[in-house]
């Protein structure tokens, strides 16, 4: 196979399991030969993180992109696609897919558009032009966002296909030993740790592990949590906790890098959302840890974790619930070790970053064709 040219676009500020993927892509991409450019938000995240590519294939621009109809964002976009001459086109946000995907259907450049999120798409021209007239092909991160965007109307079911998040085994390896971190946090052996890794914002449903967090104490008096991520619930977050009473059992990081090492320590990764999601990063990383997972019945989330038998399935917006899981788990270590074994399996045979990159290279080639 010729190596490619793929533009990647992202109009997103924020860090969160797409951006992710966007520089998880495109590192894969590099390692397997092909170029790779980006057009981002200047100061955004994803900005920051570009520059921590060093390889001489990889280029980035960054271009400012607050409205899908601004005529300086697009004459730059078409100024870029002259010069870099990319094979193919890979949007992931709505104003990138309006800018930069117009911008690739007018120099006849194909367009692969992601869909990483679960919520509701406005089924009305012209917003239905992002996934039916626009892109070639369409990749979700799980088979609920698949039947998403299938109902929108003039997809072609033939041209979407689920491509879940995959995990980097040389990054995420269960035999990282934790212990700096629980040290950190001032847990002691044997102490319950249960965390909850991802963007702060509504539908991650922080507020109901707030909520549950009591319950949870009751049962097991020294539980300790700890939430990791940055986002614009933050603050609201915090105060909610201090309302609660919580501010000694619950610990903010902010943004961290050393995920894998965090997931070492802890002995419970919960996800509460109840909505938004797909494939959540969480969820493979935390199988390649072996770490437990208590997760809502969100997205593709059920399926990810077999119907239960890969970590215990919870009700979202149900705190109870989510608390009755948690002691669960903490009750019983032969469910934790089943679980995480379980989940670590799968994981290895079906959500490895090669199996991912192949099938995403696969619909580039599709796209191309077409």
Not at 113 to 137: E, V
Not at 154 to 169: C, I, L, R, T
Not at 264 to 276: K, N, R, T, W
Request: glycine share 8%.
């Amino acid at each position: 196979m010729k190596s490619l040219h793929i533009l990647h676009s992202d109009s997103a500020m924020g860090w969160g399991g797409q951006e992710i993927r966007v520089i998880q892509e495109s590192e894969l991409l590099l390692e397997r030969g092909h170029r790779v450019s980006l057009i981002c938000q200047p100061e955004s995240y994803l900005w920051e993180k570009s520059l921590t590519i060093s390889s001489p294939s990889f280029s980035c621009y960054p271009l400012v992109m607050k409205s899908p109809a601004n005529p300086f964002s697009f004459s730059s976009i078409l100024k870029i696609l002259k010069i870099i001459k990319a094979d193919i086109i890979h949007t992931h946000s709505s104003i990138d897919s309006w800018l930069v995907g117009s911008a690739a259907k007018l120099s006849k450049i194909p367009v692969v558009r992601s869909r990483h999120i679960s919520i509701p798409i406005k089924n009305m021209f012209p917003n239905n032009l992002l996934y039916s007239k626009i892109p070639q092909k369409i990749i979700t991160s799980g088979e609920a966002i698949s039947e998403v965007v299938k109902s929108v109307s003039g997809v072609k079911p033939e041209n979407v296909k689920s491509v879940s998040a995959g995990v980097d085994f040389r990054r995420f390896d269960f035999r990282i030993n934790g212990i700096k971190v629980r040290e950190e946090l001032g847990v002691n052996p044997g102490q319950p740790l249960i965390g909850k890794i991802g963007v702060i914002r509504g539908w991650k449903g922080y507020n109901y592990l707030l909520e549950a967090a009591p319950t949870v104490l009751k049962s097991f008096p020294d539980t300790k949590f700890v939430f990791v991520g940055n986002g614009p619930g933050f603050e609201q977050t915090k105060s909610i906790a201090k309302s609660l009473g919580l501010e000694k059992k619950i610990t903010f990081l902010g943004h961290r890098d050393d995920i894998p090492e965090i997931m070492a320590g802890l002995d419970i990764q919960v996800l509460a959302s109840f909505a938004g999601e797909g494939t959540p990063q969480v969820i493979p990383q935390a199988f390649a840890m072996k770490t437990p997972l208590v997760a809502t019945r969100v997205g593709s989330v059920p399926e990810m974790l077999g119907q239960g038998e890969r970590g215990i399935l919870v009700e979202p917006k149900n705190s109870v619930d989510l608390a009755n899981g948690i002691i669960k788990l903490i009750g019983n270590s032969d469910i934790r070790n089943k679980v995480a074994e379980k989940g670590y399996v799968f994981c290895k045979n079906e959500l490895g970053i090669n199996q991912m990159i192949d099938e995403t290279i696969s619909i580039y080639l599709e796209a191309l064709k077409s």
